[in-house]
């Protein structure tokens, strides 16, 4: 052979190694069949020559890879025949040799290579993946299609995978087509993806109606998931006849058990003895914690618990057990922003409005998608809820837009009767009533029909008395007053609420004896309420005809909620307080205030008391909002209007335009 031979020889082996590096060969331990013969027929040294002189050309990185550029080049030009029978040739050399596909795998499939083994490693990969990264999961089930996976095989998981992730339009497309398959592979798997799509859509509902269609022949270990939808959708009696005619679940895993005490817990929220109830739901959400698995939900155990202690009068417990479900991943990431607007939900009824903002912001970054529509409703309480306790009345109505579209979105069910009955109180607030009228019909039904049990209906009456009130409805507020009366003998919260509702009345009607207006208003903070309570004793020392009741109010107003300053003359300073939490303020009941004057010459109580004229409140609703008397409140005008150099109010509430800044622009 001539040395030009020779070299043309040794040209096309370079070349071919370089190809066969690309598609995913490596040297020296695989090597294809061509190469082989040709390093065969030379000396030992001939693979290391040719790798050499492969590195020499520098398309080679000193790893053994081909570079980026030249590899695509490689592939592109090589015939899609000759690249495909070395893809194969690589997939049965590392089969033959015992070694598992792994990345390779990946790459074939992203280069449209259809093979079945490759199939099996990719879905294998997927489902091991599956509770722990969902989101590679997905990625892993996709690339399996690619390789010419069968689309109906693995579309339980598949749909798990999507809903996990937060993409509930892909998840419920995926088990749409899979619900429509005679003989369904993963059915079960199926019906749990679908339930939990739906009750994220914030149609429970739906969700019941999935599991029923299933049948109790079929649900096996997914009884108690059914149960969880049925009795929010308000039909324990379909509950109990599924969970008496469903097959044992099988094994006593830690996921069975978070399960089965799961139901059983929420089933005891329904019966005479409610309080039974929250210790079995707590025990559900640590079982499931310690499960370490992800699996499709209608609602988590940690979020039932929660629920159940906030409607209980305990929302510390209920912060507690979300930061620990949130801590073990309970539910995966689609479970993430909702246990995190619990959180935010808790912290408002706590009247700790920096906490429920930073739980919200946790909740909108949780994942990549948008919120799902049962969260984004959930979200738009937390702000009207938070925009009502700021007195904020702008930003209320802001929020109240934002929740009025919100609603269209969801259905009622037992888990957001929290929710639907602060949009009661505002909704009175701001006569707009009509708007929930026909929500608060469906919620009332369903717990007519589930029996009215008190752990779940109290917190609605107290609402609806709320809402009572601000309508000055005494006939609406009857019958709820008397259903928390009724509800005393077996609920200490309705108790409580009840010689609340009770203290209002005698307030509004000017009849009251502060002893019991204090009582009622250290009531309400015992059970996790101290902004009601404190609006409560503050509203009454507005209203107070003797001195000392009005002192002794005002400090058991201020004692409860130490925060004091009205949050809106805080948060109005924000470009974007509906994101911001406002910053509490000590608060007294002299003449000086906290601080000491800045450069408009107003103190710091008295720029909140400015605040507060200029958003067209009476000496009386300043006293109100920052748990001081209108007396105090004249002083601070009076002592403004000096300073300032003001004539009148008109020349008044402009100079405290300049002086307070740009966020009052003149009427």
């Known amino acids: ?60 990185s000193p790893d053994g890879t081909v570079v980026g550029t030249a590899r695509y080049a490689l592939l592109k030009e090589a015939p899609p025949a000759r690249i495909r029978s070395l893809q194969k040739e690589l997939v049965d050399k590392t089969v033959q040799g015992g070694q598992p596909l792994g990345e390779l795998a990946r790459d074939l499939a992203r280069t449209g290579f259809k093979d079945p083994r490759v199939v099996a490693e990719l879905e294998q990969c997927a489902d091991d993946a599956l509770d722990a990264d969902p989101q590679l999961a997905a990625e892993l089930y996709a690339e399996a299609l690619l390789a010419g996976g069968d689309e109906i095989a693995k579309a339980a998981r598949r749909a798990q995978a999507s809903a996990a992730t937060g993409d509930l339009d892909a998840a419920g497309r995926m088990v749409d087509r899979l619900l429509a398959v005679t003989g369904a592979p993963d059915l079960r798997l199926g019906v749990d993806v679908a339930a939990a799509v739906w009750a994220q859509r914030g149609m429970l509902s739906r969700s019941a109606e999935t599991y029923s269609w299933l049948g109790a022949d079929r649900i096996a270990g997914s009884a108690p998931l059914a149960a969880v939808a049925m009795i929010g959708s308000g039909n324990s009696g379909a509950a109990e006849e599924l969970l008496a005619a469903a097959p044992p679940s099988g094994s006593p895993t830690l996921l069975a058990v978070a399960l089965s005490l799961t139901q059983e817990g929420l089933r005891r929220t329904l019966g005479p003895a409610p309080e039974l109830a929250l210790p079995e739901l707590i025990r559900a959400s640590d079982m499931m914690n310690a499960a370490g698995t992800s699996i499709p939900l209608p609602e988590t155990p940690g979020a039932l618990a929660a629920l159940c202690a906030l409607h209980s009068g305990e929302p510390e417990l209920a912060d507690t057990l979300l930061k620990a479900a949130v801590v073990a991943g309970q539910g995966g990431d689609a479970a993430r922003p909702r246990l995190f607007l619990l959180q935010a939900w808790s912290a408002m009824q706590r009247d700790n409005a920096d906490d429920a903002r930073l739980a919200i912001n946790e909740a909108v970054k949780a994942n990549h998608w948008a919120l799902a529509p049962r969260d984004e409703f959930l979200l738009a309480a937390l702000e009207v809820g938070l925009a009502r306790r700021g007195s904020d009345v702008h930003e209320l109505v802001l929020a109240w837009e934002r929740a009025r579209e919100a609603m269209m979105h969801v259905s009622v069910d037992l888990y957001s009767l929290l929710p639907w009955g602060e949009l009661m109180i505002t909704a009175a607030r701001l006569r707009e009533s009509r708007r929930v009228a026909h929500y608060l019909e469906n919620a009332w039904d369903l717990l007519g029909r589930l029996g009215d049990p008190p752990l779940w209906s109290v917190p609605l009456h107290w609402a609806a008395v709320q809402a009572s009130l601000l309508s000055e409805d005494p006939a609406g507020l009857a019958p709820h007053a008397a259903a928390l009366v009724r509800a005393s003998e077996h609920s200490h919260l309705a108790s409580v609420l009840a010689t609340g509702g009770k203290a209002w009345v005698s307030v509004l009607a000017g009849r009251f004896e502060a002893f019991d207006v204090e009582t009622a208003a250290r009531g309400l903070a015992a059970v996790g309420m101290p902004w009601e309570g404190a609006r409560l004793a503050g509203h009454a020392a507005a209203h107070a005809d003797e001195r000392r009741d009005m002192v002794k109010l005002l400090a058991c107003a201020r004692d409860i909620h130490p925060q004091g300053a009205a949050p809106s003359t805080m948060a109005s300073q924000r470009p974007d307080n509906a994101r911001t939490a406002p910053t509490a303020q000590p608060v007294t009941d002299d003449g000086g205030g906290p601080g000491a004057p800045d450069s408009s010459g107003l103190s710091a109580r008295e720029r909140e008391v400015g605040r507060l004229i200029l958003e067209g409140k009476t000496y009386r609703e300043i006293g109100e909002a920052i748990y001081i008397s209108p007396r105090t409140a004249e002083h601070h005008v009076a002592r403004m209007r000096r300073r300032l150099g003001a004539e009148n109010r008109s020349e008044l509430l402009v100079r405290l335009r300049l002086a307070l800044g740009e966020g009052y622009p003149p009427p």
């Open 1 to 60: 052979m001539t040395g030009h031979d020779n070299q043309a020889e040794r040209t096309a082996a370079v070349r071919e190694l370089l190809l066969a590096l690309s598609v995913g060969f490596s040297v020296p331990s695989l090597l294809p069949d061509s190469l082989r013969d040709y390093v065969d027929g030379h000396n030992a040294q001939g693979l290391e020559q040719l790798m050499a002189e492969a590195k020499d050309t520098g398309l080679v």
